[in-house]
């Protein structure tokens, strides 16, 4: 009787523990979960709204490279081109699912309701400004933002649909609340320097008459230095964390160890000297968290993400795809029945030895 009361409870727990697999959530940074579900849906609405506006005046419209008409997928090359850039990389950042990704990074990274970070964006990928700039939204947080307007192909690139066009955008349809704290012209030296004809004056003029803070410093000290004084003020905790989108000068600096940066969440790194380092490092030498969005093959292999979804390559097929399948409890009852069967071999043997007559 014992043993049947035995069996009958391991029987419950075993049934227990694998319901629990159907109804634990399969990762906590699910965007199928709170904020960041809603951080997904404000970047969906917001690659909407400038979709619209593309169409609406017929820009970067191209069905082959952009079968959504999302606006968002510049051309191969253009003026303000800075480097050779991967189609499939642009249009995977598109996917609502990495303002998903931002919001659960922020929240790992310890950034709370109503803090400030910081944000470095080039124009190489709006998608992840947009999808940023959804996190900021959804989590309720203040966020400062340089922009560069240099862009590597397929990117921002189209001189008149920039990434501050894009931003503007966003500002009006209440998507952000604040202008950028300033802009750079961005590419060789974040100064344009290898932008076509005479599109860097163009530029400049653009800024300088939209009264924005205009970063324009030779010295990349001086540089990061004004960038800085911009994100902290007088004290590193004024802001929780840094994001960086994109490979500009300036926030990547000009030391080999910035190729060694893990993607996403930036882990323990060695620190160049300060006439290699780009703000990323500055940041980290400051103990403040670094998210860095830029090896986008390398961001969706660390957070089990979609590559390229409008090709259909890797592609979960769900409305919003989880960033991570695994579950742990078939782990745990699978350990628990091995237990379980264990005991009930050792406790027969037992039961048999102590009634067995001599």
Not at 60 to 85: K, Y
């Amino acid at each position: 009787m014992k043993k049947n009361g035995l069996l009958v409870y391991g029987g419950i727990i075993s049934i227990l523990l694998v319901a629990a697999t159907f109804i634990i959530p399969s990762d906590k940074s699910s965007i199928t979960s709170g904020v960041s579900f809603q951080a997904a849906r404000i970047m969906e609405e917001s690659i909407g709204i400038i979709s619209v506006y593309c169409r609406e005046n017929n820009i970067n419209i191209n069905e082959v490279n952009d079968p959504g008409l999302t606006g968002l997928i510049g051309p191969e090359m253009s003026d303000i081109t800075t480097t050779i850039g991967h189609l499939e990389a642009k249009r995977t950042t598109l996917d609502p699912v990495f303002a998903s990704l931002v919001t659960d990074l922020l929240t790992e990274a310890g950034v709370r309701r109503g803090d400030t970070i910081a944000m470095g964006c080039s124009g190489s990928f709006p998608g992840l400004l947009i999808a940023s700039v959804s996190a900021v939204k959804a989590m309720n947080l203040n966020a400062r933002i340089i922009i560069s307007l240099g862009s590597s192909s397929y990117g921002a690139n189209n001189p008149d649909f920039t990434i501050l066009d894009i931003y503007r955008i966003l500002m009006e349809n209440d998507i952000i609340e604040t202008g950028p704290a300033a802009v750079s012209l961005g590419g060789e030296m974040d100064r344009g320097e290898g932008f076509e004809g005479n599109i860097a004056e163009q530029l400049k003029i653009r800024i300088l008459t939209s009264g924005i803070p205009f970063i324009y410093e030779n010295d990349l000290q001086l540089n990061v230095s004004e960038r800085e004084s911009i994100y902290l003020g007088s004290h590193t905790r004024n802001i929780s964390a840094f994001i960086n989108t994109g490979g500009s000068y300036a926030n990547m600096g000009t030391s080999a160890l910035s190729l060694m940066l893990q993607p996403g969440r930036v882990g323990k790194v060695a620190i160049p000297g300060n006439k290699e380092k780009g703000v990323i490092f500055s940041m980290l030498e400051k103990g403040i968290p670094v998210i860095h969005m830029l090896n986008i093959r390398g961001v969706c292999q660390r957070y089990n993400l979609s590559w390229d979804p409008v090709s259909g390559q890797d592609s979960s097929g769900d409305e919003y795809p989880v960033r991570n399948s695994s579950h742990p409890a078939p782990a745990i009852s699978i350990i628990f029945l091995a237990a379980f069967s264990i005991f009930l071999i050792l406790y027969n043997r037992l039961n048999s030895i102590n009634n067995y007559s001599f």
